[in-house]
């Protein structure tokens, strides 16, 4: 092999091994967290039904209902909750998993946009309220929606998310997906306070 061919070859594998180094470089930096997601919760998902468990919070949201205005008048309160959108009904039962947490208001999230629970009426719902291990919380959590993201595709994919935090920084969150697409906008709908049973 002559000199001149020796040197072209070792040019070649020179460029393949940059090349190369180049696209490992750009799959690990894909595939490394960065930004706000390096902090971001670990996510533990179900459905309507399913018991979720992560590290500080056990929970399942047993029911979803849409409606114009909200009685909360069993709850020893006159307050009426009527709003410009659509109440969003959650029915959970949420408890600790190893030590007594609070929850810090859920969200509902439609597409891009996330709401977070009503702090309009914090005696009737279950957010912001202490649990216990071996004790679940049965409740509400309460949500003010826009007509408009009801109406939109993104409704059949909505998700409500719990944390026992503001940040919920390296924590993990539940997160169940609802379809609230086609359910009828009841009108005032009875909630009372959260109710404690053992597990």
Known sequence: MTARLRVARRALLSGLTVVVALAATVVVYAITPHGD??????TE???IGDVVTGRTLSGSVT??????SIDATTADSDWTG???????VV???????????SLYRPTLTI????????ERLSLVT????????GIASSGVILFEVSGAALASADAAR????????YEAILDSRLVIEVDLRDLPVESDVVVSRPVDRVL
């Open 91 to 101: 029915e959970a039962d949420i408890a600790a998993t190893v030590e007594p947490s």
């Open 37 to 42: 997601d390096i902090n971001a919760p670990f």
């Open 126 to 133: 279950l957010d912001d309220g202490l649990v216990r291990p």
């Open 82 to 88: 009527e709003t410009t959108g659509t109440w969003v």
């Open 158 to 165: 909505a998700e409500v998310g719990i944390n026992s935090s």
């Open 45 to 47: 998902r179900g459905a």
């Open 63 to 68: 029911s979803v209902r849409l409606a114009s």
């Open 111 to 118: 597409g891009d946009t996330t709401y977070y629970a009503t």
